[in-house]
């Protein structure tokens, strides 16, 4: 694939993820990023599979130094009935690498060339020069590629043209995503002891929250990620910054106490409102252009699977060009493959949505068993890693 000229349009997680695989392949490659700004500013948690990350550091995308917190349970945990103390429902098998987003996008953008990364540079137009090559227009002049990526999130020009007629289907309810400085679990020492081995899923009704560790941006140190899904209509004229006496009252009316304490106290770490939405593209590349992370299509969070389905893609990326061949061959690989993993996975997270936050169990009456069942049930015959041990017969 030498010689072969690759445009990137957004430089984030997908975008610095498949600059990465392009270069890896032998590819010429530009990166076009809006944001004038460092991405690490994002950070909130996220988390993927430890053998993908693995897969990563071994196959160069990352550095073995970038951190993580694995942990290998993942516990449920509702509030009492009839009181305001918590009761662990189950505990599951179920391996995760924590990160922060924001290191994560630092690692993947420091694997990036100076020169190839053009930030503060949107992309005006993509489309199709007179010589069939793909051309991307910004502010400073026009410039042709044998392929163009679209990394540029859910609200890509580059779907544009490949899929013109997807439009995000909204979920109904809403999640408020956020950090929270460690020393609020200070005074928490329970949910503290548990969150060094385990994530945490707090099921209430019409909704539920995670809770896990993440890297903090000072080496060794770390935060308390957290998303509350909820169903509650969004309050009139909200906007960001969240209202944080929403989430507040949330918890108080639904956590034990001392879970809706740790989400109370927590007012001062970073916050941000999402409205769930998915939406699925019928073909992730029509060549010479393809897609790739949210950019392709969009999973709702219960997943856990936007950044690790872009990371995925950029490993694909790598295979169907190290394949050789024509560019337009690489590309019908790379769309058989992605396309319908990203039709999985917005499948999977409706039916999660529904389990979790739409039609939500009586999790109160419920116990290891029950659990089970109802994961098992969720799943539907498909696999997902966070449900690790339901797999198993
Ligand atoms: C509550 C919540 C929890 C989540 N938890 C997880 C999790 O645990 N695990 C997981 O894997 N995923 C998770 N995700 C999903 C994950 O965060 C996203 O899927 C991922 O960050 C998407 O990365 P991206 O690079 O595709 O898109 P984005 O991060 O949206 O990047 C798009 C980039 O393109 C740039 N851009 C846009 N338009 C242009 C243009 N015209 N010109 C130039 N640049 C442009 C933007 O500036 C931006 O930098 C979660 C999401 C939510 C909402």
Known sequence: MTGLRIGVVG????GCAMAIAAGRAGAEVTVHERSDGALQERGFGIVMPPPLHRELVAGGYLGADMPTVPVADRVWLTRASGGRSSRELARQRSPVAACNWGLLWRALRGR???????RGTPVESVGRASSGRALIRTGDGERE???VVGADGHRSVTRALVAPDVRPMPAGYLAWRGTIPLDVLRDHPGPLELLRTSWVTLGFSGGHAVFYLI?????????????????????AGAREPVPV?????????????????IVARGEHGTRALHPVADFVTPRVAEPPFLLAGDAASVTRPHTASGAVKALQDALCLERALRAGGPVAEALRRYADERTAEGARLVELGRRLGRALVERTPDWPTMGPAEVEAWSRASLNGDRSYLYGSVHRP
């Open 11 to 14: 430089g984030s997680i997908a």
């Open 112 to 118: 990036v060339g100076k020169d190839v990364y053009r």
């Open 145 to 147: 590629y044998d392929i």
């Open 215 to 235: 890297p903090g941006p000072v080496p060794g140190s770390r935060l308390l990620a957290h998303v509350v899904y909820g169903s509650a209509p969004r309050p």
């Open 245 to 261: 006496e929403y989430v507040r009252d949330l918890a108080e009316e639904h956590f034990p106490a001392e879970w809706a304490d």
